[in-house]
């Protein structure tokens, strides 16, 4: 089992910025794919960025790309999302998702584990 729990989410106004953090545990996540995923009233969880923990590459969701910058610290067991010039299109509960990967990583069915989700709301 793998436990996520993110944390930093707030209102914040356009253009302004927040650092998502997520605290994983339990399994060794030396080989899994940990995402962002994010999901809007009334709309499906969407994909936000992705990245194998034993890899430097990432992948970003093209709406975000130049925005936001997904990391991690292998010590701490933790990922983060720097997110910069938020827009109020970014305003959605946003997710931390861990997986196996094995499937196309931009959709949720990569990700076996899912924190509960912490809310960004951003004004214009």
């Known amino acids: 089992q793998v436990q996520l729990v993110e944390s930093g989410g707030g209102l914040v106004q356009a253009g302004g910025s927040l650092r998502l953090s997520c605290a994983a545990s339990?399994?060794?996540?030396?080989?899994?794919?940990m995402g962002w995923f994010r999901q809007a009233p009334g709309k499906e969880r969407e994909f936000v960025a992705a990245?194998?923990?034993?890899?430097?590459?990432?992948y970003y969701e093209y709406s975000v790309k130049g925005r936001f910058t997904m990391s991690r610290d292998n010590a701490k067991n933790m990922v983060y999302l720097q997110m910069n010039s938020l827009k109020p299109e970014d305003t959605a509960v946003y997710y931390c998702a861990a997986g196996g990967g094995g499937r196309n990583l931009v959709t949720t069915a990569a990700y076996d584990y899912w924190g509960q989700g912490t809310q960004v709301t951003v004004s214009s």
């Open positions: 990245m194998y923990w034993s890899s430097s590459s990432t």
């Open positions: 339990g399994r060794t996540l030396s080989s899994y794919l």
